[in-house]
């Protein structure tokens, strides 16, 4: 398993932008590829974005295409999800996962294949 910790979520004016940060621990960083997830109540978690166990790939849902941009930084084991030109409907709270499969150099990301997960932070975009 690996432990995730989400951080910098808050309240931005639409067309702003915001930095969220995934720190992990435990299992091996650098051998599963990790995802960000979003979620608005009463709705399903949709994928939003997911970086392979390289870092040499990366998917991303048409709504964020163009805007925002998973990284990773092996030595600090932490994965970013930069996000600009924010929009009212990102609002939602945004979810880090570990990918179950190690050394998936695929292009299927989703939910049902990330076992680990963070407990969330919450994305506000005023309109």
């Known amino acids: 398993q690996v432990q995730l910790v989400e951080s910098g979520g808050g309240l931005v004016q639409a067309g702003g932008s915001l930095r969220l940060s995934c720190a992990t621990s435990?299992?091996?960083?650098?051998?599963?590829?990790m995802g960000w997830f979003r979620q608005v109540p009463g709705k399903e978690r949709e994928f939003v974005a997911a970086i392979t166990w390289s870092g040499g790939s990366t998917y991303y849902a048409d709504s964020v295409k163009g805007r925002f941009t998973i990284s990773r930084d092996y030595a600090k084991r932490t994965v970013f999800l930069q996000m600009n030109s924010l929009k009212p409907e990102d609002t939602a709270v945004y979810y880090c996962?570990?990918?179950?499969?190690?050394?998936?150099?695929?292009?299927?990301?989703?939910?049902?294949?990330?076992?680990?997960w963070g407990q969330g932070t919450q994305v506000t975009v005023s309109s």
């Open positions: 996962a570990a990918d179950s499969r190690t050394f998936y150099s695929g292009k299927a990301y989703y939910e049902a294949a990330f076992g680990s």
């Open positions: 435990g299992r091996t960083f650098s051998n599963v590829g």
